[in-house]
């Protein structure tokens, strides 16, 4: 039995290193923080970048926009003979004539104005779409390094209590040689170190999904051994003020926008009420007995039916509008709702949190040594110090569970803005959203 023992010794070691292997090679190198872990996410975005193309398409569109409708040129023959002696002659009949001539629709300057400002607030739009996603990032980003840690931090915690667990095993033997023991707790030793090598596979399987989700964020720097916890007490969000402050969400941003886009296309809507004209001049030649001509003249559309077309039209663009308001509004609402609860829930794992670590795991911590201390005087068995352990881990899982759920919490609400910090915020968004 003692030879099984010190075979499964090295499994015991390796629970006990298990953090520390993950970074080894790295000891001496660069850790990974939160913020370096956001940076990268952000540097390396490929949504951000596709913000930046449709922003540019958007603003090479306003330009295009505001200019007059390319002319048109026109060529061809009028009053060709088809039979007769003079049939397909182009210069024997006088009616026949050969026209090059050229058009222009004289589009009014408030249309190709408001066309223009369609298109620009399509740019604000996705601005104001890149900066959510950079919120986004940074949240998603600080989700998967809390993951991270906080599986580590537990492994940390089974690897311990691990090694603990081989120590009882040999006490366990060696009471039982010595006959101050049974086999019934050498057994309940071994089950317990069985559970805790069940519990570091599963931990071990956290661990390796939180370092891909990491990677997908950050990359290779993901495998980098992280450093330590960011403070985690405050937001920088006031409770007192969140209708003032989530106004300028970036999600709300986004319907703000798409606000100013309807409008700009019922401003549209409006302008085309009035119609657009057209203008021609056209050069005719006749045969050489005949006198050349020119023509020239103006082509309007007739609203003959405004009520039924441009009328209905411009309801529609204002109709718009007001949706658009109202999902702001229901928007607003619903996201001021939602960070109150996260506020409760995060003050709510604080206060939980702190009774933990200030009362449940020292009480837990003292009953594991006062049945250790009760089994080494021979007044207590090996049963009630597994058992006290086995609190005792439970207890610390718990509190780490809770604190990574607090952290989770922390997350979402601190990075429901973006940090102003990142480089692909404009000066103007930054102030906007402080």
Do not use: C
Not at 35 to 57: H, P
């Amino acid at each position: 039995m003692r030879h099984a023992i010190r075979r499964a010794f090295p499994r015991i070691a390796f629970l006990t290193v298990l953090i520390a292997t993950s970074g080894t090679a790295l000891a001496a190198g660069a850790t990974l923080t939160l913020g370096q872990a956001q940076q990268l996410a952000v540097e390396r975005s490929r949504q951000l970048q596709a913000k930046d193309y449709a922003i540019t398409a958007s603003q090479e569109m306003a330009v295009a926009a505001s200019q007059l409708p390319d002319p048109m040129l026109k060529a061809g023959v009028d009053n060709l003979p088809v039979n007769g002696a003079d049939r397909f002659r182009l210069g024997a009949d006088f009616m026949t004539m050969r026209y090059v001539g050229v058009s222009q629709e004289v589009t009014r300057a408030d249309k190709r104005k408001y066309r223009a400002e369609r298109f620009e607030r399509e740019s604000d739009k996705t601005a104001a779409e890149k900066t959510a996603t950079v919120a986004d990032i940074q949240r998603d980003t600080a989700l998967a390094w809390l993951e991270r840690f906080y599986a580590e931090a537990m492994a940390a915690v089974i690897a311990e209590n691990a090694t603990q667990s081989e120590f009882e095993i040999q006490a366990a033997e060696g009471a039982y040689r010595a006959g101050r023991g049974n086999q019934a707790d050498l057994f309940a030793a071994k089950s317990a170190l069985a559970t805790y090598h069940d519990r570091a596979s599963q931990i071990n399987r956290r661990i390796s999904n939180a370092k891909v989700v990491l990677a997908r964020w950050v990359g290779a720097d993901g495998s980098l051994q992280l450093a330590g916890k960011p403070a985690m007490d405050t937001v920088r969000l006031d409770a007192g003020s969140l209708d003032t402050q989530l106004a300028h969400h970036p999600r709300i941003a986004i319907l703000n926008q798409q606000e100013a886009m309807a409008t700009a296309e019922a401003k549209l809507a409006q302008a085309n009420k009035k119609s657009d004209w057209s203008v021609e001049v056209m050069y005719q030649q006749r045969g050489s007995a005949y006198d050349n001509m020119i023509s020239f003249g103006v082509s309007v559309p007739l609203q003959w039916d405004q009520k039924n077309r441009q009328d209905r039209e411009l309801t529609a663009k204002l109709a718009m509008v007001e949706q658009v308001r109202a999902e702001r509004d229901d928007m607003l609402r619903a996201h001021v709702a939602e960070t109150r609860a996260m506020f409760n829930e995060w003050e709510n794992g604080r206060e939980r949190l702190a009774r933990y670590n200030q009362e449940l795991v020292p009480l837990a911590k003292e009953r594991t040594l006062a049945a250790l201390a009760s089994y080494r005087g021979g007044k207590g068995g090996l049963t009630d110090v597994l058992m006290a352990r086995r609190n005792e881990i439970d207890v610390r899982l718990e509190a780490l569970q809770l604190e990574a759920e607090t952290a989770r919490q922390w997350a979402e609400l601190n990075f429901l803005f973006p940090d102003n910090g990142s480089s692909h915020i404009s000066a103007t968004q930054s102030k906007e959203f402080k």
